[in-house]
């Protein structure tokens, strides 16, 4: 896996701490649990999407690109990295942003995200929901190059072979800071959702024949479409890389038990779990991706899955600046 062969440019604190939360281990009387600090990715108050993006726009650079055409939900932490990364290089960035979420709520609307992205300088267009949002963003790509610009267009959430690399390299952290601290690593937990990081994570730790088994906890799709998702990214992504003989099917394992209503939309488990790591650990994590992702690992710790004497380290993915967008729901889950 020789990752140093594709375009990258620096944009991530790394490697990120990976620590240990004894006090939300021992108020769930074990496994124990480690917390890999993604959140702390440096740029634009960090996240997940950092990571792809240093791939990303390393390949948009490559190809003399001038303007990043992406898009994502209205409080998407992607759109927000995104529109950071393109400031910090000199390039434009324009962003689709979908109403997914039905609300009036201006905190949600205005606030978190949204107004970090408007601190950038990104420029904003807004769509209904239920479009192909991927589709929307390559015809507003296809009109925009049609006009005499040099555009590059970043999928949903950065989730296609290129930005998995990030997560492929952040399997090789990881395994890395767990050798040196002789840390054995019996599960990584994390949010799933446009499925790059888990693919990344995946083909990473197959390709290093770690031995160390993923679970994605979702936060949109039914289990089906989401596993189908990310072992289609993960083959594509070992295509891109050259490692021979695929991904096995049987490597890729989400749990959709989580999700409750709908993406974005509160849960009482993703309350809880925002409070106690805040409460014991000192630790935010976010309402949409990985408060939901803590949620199915607390209620999984609840119903026995795990022993005591077991390591489960949780990828802290970021996001929490969209806090900033479910005031009303975090004042009373307080
Ligand atoms: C995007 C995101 C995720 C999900 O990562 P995918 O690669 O889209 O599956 C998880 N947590 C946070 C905070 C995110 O912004």
């Not at 300088?121 to 015809?139: C, F, H, K, S, T």
């Not at 601290?181 to 024949?209: C, M, P, W, Y």
């Not at 990214?233 to 050259?242: Q, R």
């Amino acid at each position: 896996m020789h990752l140093a062969r594709f375009p990258r440019v620096k944009l991530c604190h790394a490697p990120t701490p990976l620590e240990f939360m004894p006090r939300l281990t021992a108020h769930l009387g074990g496994p124990q649990l480690w917390i890999k600090r993604d959140d702390a990715t440096g740029l634009a108050t960090g996240g997940n999407k950092n990571r792809k993006l240093e791939f990303l726009l390393g390949e948009a650079l490559a190809q003399g690109a001038t303007h990043i055409v992406t898009q994502g939900a209205v409080q998407s932490n992607h759109v927000r990295q995104t529109a950071a990364a393109a400031a910090k290089l000199g390039l434009k960035c324009t962003a689709l942003l979908e109403h997914r979420i039905k609300t009036n709520d201006t905190d949600y609307l205005e606030s978190g995200n949204v107004l970090l992205d408007r601190m950038l300088g990104l420029n904003i267009e807004y769509r209904e929901p239920g479009l192909d949002m991927n589709a929307e963003a390559e015809a507003k790509g296809a009109a925009m190059r049609a006009a005499g610009e040099k555009v590059y267009v970043i999928p949903g959430g950065g989730s296609n072979p290129t930005g998995a690399l990030g997560y492929a390299h952040v399997a090789l952290e990881l395994l890395a800071q767990a050798n040196e601290i002789g840390l054995r690593i019996d599960q990584l937990v994390h949010a799933t959702g446009s499925a790059g990081t888990q693919a990344g994570l995946v083909v990473g730790l197959e390709a290093l024949n770690s031995g160390i088994p993923v679970l994605g906890i979702g936060v949109r799709n039914p289990r089906d479409r989401q596993e189908a998702n990310v072992h289609k990214l993960c083959e594509s992504t070992a295509e891109k890389l050259g490692l021979k003989g695929g991904i096995r099917r049987e490597a890729v394992v989400a749990n959709c038990d989580y999700v409750g209503e709908g993406y974005g939309i509160p849960t009482a488990g993703m309350g809880e779990a925002l409070m106690l790591c805040a409460r014991l650990e000192g630790i935010f994590l976010d309402p949409v991706y990985s408060g939901k992702g803590m949620a199915g690992l607390i209620d999984l710790i609840r119903k026995g899955h795990y022993t005591q004497d077991q390591n489960i380290v949780f990828l802290h993915t970021g996001g929490q600046v969209g806090l900033f967008g479910y005031r009303d729901f975090l004042t009373s889950a307080a």
